[in-house]
T-cell receptor, first 116, second 109 residues
Framework: EPEVTQTPSHQVTQMGQEVILRCVPI?????FYWYRQILGQKVEFLVS????????KSEIFDDQFSVERPDGSNFTLKIRSTKLEDSAMYFC??????????????FGEGSRLTVL | KNEVEQSPQNLTAQEGEFITINCSYS?????LHWLQQHPGGGIVSLFM???GKKKHGRLIATINIQEKHSSLHITASHPRDSAVYIC???????????FGQGTTLQVKP
């Protein structure tokens, strides 16, 4: 069964360092997303990406964050200069469509980021 | 006020019991998702609903758009159903889901 894969599963970094989280969405999906979950809190939307551009982003997704689909298979989330409060589980997801008909989401297993 | 509220927050059941988890929301939506989060943290999509009812195995999800309410039912619960169940709504068509706080279910043998 096709699945969304994320790497790394866990990354520990020092505050101020750049981090890149990688995702390989399901191959025929067209919509890609990043969500995050701070320990003990709700899952939060970060950004959605379609047709090689950001279609929507949340207030959390400030200038420190960027996304890219560099080669048609990977979908990356970059945090330029990590802060302590960026420590969270980051989930990548993909879907065939975005509406009620084909917008079922498929999630990766998550990348846990710990900023020291 | 949270836009998506789930109840109960925590639920303990005996194996075999019928379980209901409720979700109320306050915004207009195009779809509602029920998700399962494993103890290890991974998230699996259980259902996406825009109307009516869906069934998959022992799981049933219903939605009442007029009342802005959805329920997830688990029949003949089993310890392997122990997980966090999350309701999330899609107010538009961009995947910008609004998540509930989750319901932690423990099913005891």
């Amino acid at each position: 069964e096709p699945e969304v894969t994320q790497t790394p599963s866990h990354q520990v970094t020092q505050m101020g360092q750049e981090v890149i989280l990688r995702c390989v969405p399901i191959s025929n999906h067209l919509y890609f997303y990043w969500y995050r979950q701070i320990l003990g809190q709700k899952v939060e939307f970060l950004v959605s990406f379609y047709n090689n551009e950001i279609s929507e982003k949340s207030e959390i997704f400030d200038d420190q964050f960027s996304v890219e689909r560099p080669d048609g298979s990977n979908f990356t989330l970059k945090i330029r200069s990590t802060k302590l409060e960026d420590s969270a589980m980051y989930f990548c997801a993909s879907s065939m469509g975005a509406g009620a008909g084909t917008g079922e989401l498929f999630f990766g297993e998550g990348s846990r980021l710990t900023v020291l | 006020k949270n836009e998506v509220e789930q109840s109960p927050q925590n639920l303990t059941a005996q194996e075999g019991e019928f379980i209901t988890i409720n979700c109320s929301y306050s915004v207009g939506i195009s779809a509602l998702h029920w998700l399962q989060q494993h103890p290890g943290g991974g998230i699996v999509s259980l259902f996406m609903l825009s109307s009516g009812k869906k069934k998959h195995g022992r799981l049933i999800a219903t939605i009442n758009i007029q009342e802005k309410h959805s329920s997830l039912h688990i029949t003949a619960s089993h310890p392997r159903d122990s997980a966090v169940y999350i309701c999330a709504v899609n107010p538009g068509n961009t995947g910008k889901l609004i998540f509930g706080q989750g319901t932690t279910l423990q099913v005891k043998p």
